[in-house]
């Protein structure tokens, strides 16, 4: 299986500030990786598709970059409604897997 | 606007099965640009892919659960379901289940569904 580690587990920013979340996968996986918010009661909401284009309908605040199989999710600029966990997905082949979540938390 | 919800016991018994169905609205189950899937969530486990199917009954399974999941389709329904059987504490999670398209993960998902495994 692909595993994929996310870092930090925690993060604790302020509003306005610049956030960045990574996430490394063991092995190649092309950029067939997903970002999603989750908060607390709710589905995970996709926010990134094929690591760095942005679904329809959310904040250009929110970017994904690739290099090699480090993938990066950033908040340029973080609103208080960005406090969430967030997740990556790889479903570059079976079976997807996905990281154990970044808490973001608005100071 | 698509909208999915999830359905089935909240509590199941050790060794049986549990048997849950997902209920898709706002668009058809039977496209062919899409893949469903079913993904459960525990404290312990975090996030974990169950499984996808497409609207002709073609199934992929995580290895970790193969022996124990059935994921079938009824598109007169346009419903999916997710039979595990033998389950066990371990299996205690919210499920979700979820619009899988082509080239994408999954874009649409259920509110999911809490199943606690317990006598």
């Known amino acids: 299986d692909i595993q994929m580690t996310q870092s930090p587990s925690t993060l604790s920013a302020s509003v306005g500030d610049r956030v960045t979340i990574t996430c490394r996968a063991s092995q190649s996986i092309s950029s067939w990786l997903a970002w999603y918010q989750q908060k607390p009661g709710k589905a995970p909401k996709v926010l990134i598709q094929k690591a760095s284009r942005l679904e329809s309908g959310v904040p250009s605040r929110f970017s994904g970059s690739a290099s090699g199989t480090e993938f990066t999710l950033t908040i340029s600029s973080l609103q208080p409604d960005d406090s969430a966990i967030y997740y990556c997905q790889q479903y570059n082949s079976f079976p997807y897997t996905f990281g154990r979540g970044t808490k973001l938390e608005i100071k | 606007q698509l909208h999915l919800q999830e359905s089935g016991p909240g509590l199941v018994k050790p060794s049986e099965t549990l048997s849950l169905t997902c209920s898709v609205s706002?668009?058809?189950?039977?496209?062919?640009?899409?893949?469903w899937g079913w993904i459960r969530q525990s404290p312990g486990k975090g996030l974990e892919w169950i499984g996808n199917?497409?609207?002709?009954?073609?199934?992929y399974y995580n290895p970790s659960l193969k022996s124990r999941v059935t994921i079938s389709v009824d598109t007169s329904k346009n419903q999916f379901s997710l039979k595990l059987s033998s389950v066990t504490a371990a299996d205690t999670a919210v499920y979700f289940c979820?619009?899988?398209?082509?080239?994408?993960?999954?874009?649409?998902w259920g509110q999911g569904t809490l199943v606690t495994v317990s006598s």
């Open positions: 706002g668009g058809s189950i039977s496209s062919s640009s899409y893949y």
């Open positions: 979820a619009r899988l398209p082509s080239d994408d993960s999954f874009d649409y």
């Open positions: 199917i497409y609207y002709s009954g073609s199934t």
